[in-house]
């Protein structure tokens, strides 16, 4: 008989936070929603398993991912993973080998709050949506993004892969946030904005203009630096 597995492939102090809440809705069918969530969540054989990427090497990281596909494989349809890493190169880097090695992203799942409004389109895979925040309607997020706690993605925005809103980040109407981008604490993004690839705004900060690639912006009005 296949076993059911969930595999949570974190690192640093948000996956140990990540953990934690996710492990607490393990004894609390409530807590959070995701891929499956009847199926997976309300077996009673679900086992969890942390994989801590605080490793020595990338081939040590390298021998843990087949590790966690070879768990995810003999599970048969039953297995899911999630990755709670925050740096989203990172995030990028681990979803592209576990995507290589499953062959898709079937056994990613979405992790939502039950405390999270969303009206939105969560189209894709593996993204963490905390508690307090809200996708209104006609929003779009990608793959692999994190929705931080009381962040709020107005009506029309588009999340890439792999971006990060922090805690309390305002997205206004109609923002397109390209790949990778980060908007941390507190941040406002004005309506109609672009955040390039790999951009990053400030905590605090109030962007009013388009934020080209891999810049950074802070400050009232922002300002590149």
């Known amino acids: 008989m296949e076993e059911k597995a969930f595999v949570m492939i974190l690192g640093g102090r948000a996956g140990l936070k990540i953990a934690s809440n996710i492990f607490e809705y393990?004894?609390?069918?409530?807590?959070?929603?995701?891929?499956?969530?009847?199926?997976?969540?309300?077996?009673?054989?679900?086992?969890?398993?942390?994989?801590?990427?605080?490793?020595?090497?990338?081939s040590s990281l390298e021998k843990e991912l087949d590790?966690?596909?070879?768990?995810?494989?003999?599970?048969?349809?039953?297995?899911?993973?999630?990755?709670?890493?925050?740096?989203?190169?990172?995030?990028q880097s681990i979803h592209e080998r576990m995507r290589?090695?499953?062959?898709?992203?079937?056994?990613?799942?979405?992790?939502?709050?039950?405390?999270?409004?969303?009206?939105?389109n969560i189209s894709g895979r593996g993204n963490l949506v905390m508690p307090g925040s809200v996708i209104n309607i006609c929003a779009k997020v990608g793959d692999c993004t994190i929705i931080n706690t009381n962040s709020t993605v107005e009506h029309d925005c588009e999340i890439?892969?792999?971006?990060?809103?922090?805690?309390?980040?305002?997205?206004?109407?109609?923002?397109?946030v390209k790949t990778r981008a980060s908007i941390w604490s507190n941040a406002t993004i004005s309506p109609g904005l672009q955040i390039g690839a790999d951009a990053a705004v400030g905590a605090g900060a109030v962007l009013?203009?388009?934020a080209p690639p891999e810049t950074t912006w802070v400050g009232v009005p922002a300002k590149q630096i």
């Not at 393990?26 to 499956?36: A, I, K, Q, R, S």
């Not at 890439?160 to 397109?176: E, F, M, N």
């Open 26 to 58: 393990n004894l609390h069918p409530d807590f959070w929603t995701g891929v499956n969530t009847e199926e997976f969540w309300g077996c009673t054989s679900l086992q969890p398993i942390a994989v801590d990427l605080t490793i020595d090497s990338a």
């Open 208 to 210: 009013i203009k388009n």
């Open 160 to 176: 890439g892969d792999y971006a990060q809103l922090g805690p309390g980040a305002t997205l206004a109407g109609y923002v397109d």
């Open 100 to 120: 290589a090695k499953l062959g898709g992203d079937e056994k990613l799942l979405n992790a939502v709050h039950k405390n999270a409004t969303v009206d939105g």
């Open 67 to 91: 590790d966690v596909a070879g768990v995810l494989l003999s599970s048969g349809s039953d297995g899911s993973y999630f990755i709670g890493v925050g740096d989203n190169k990172i995030r």
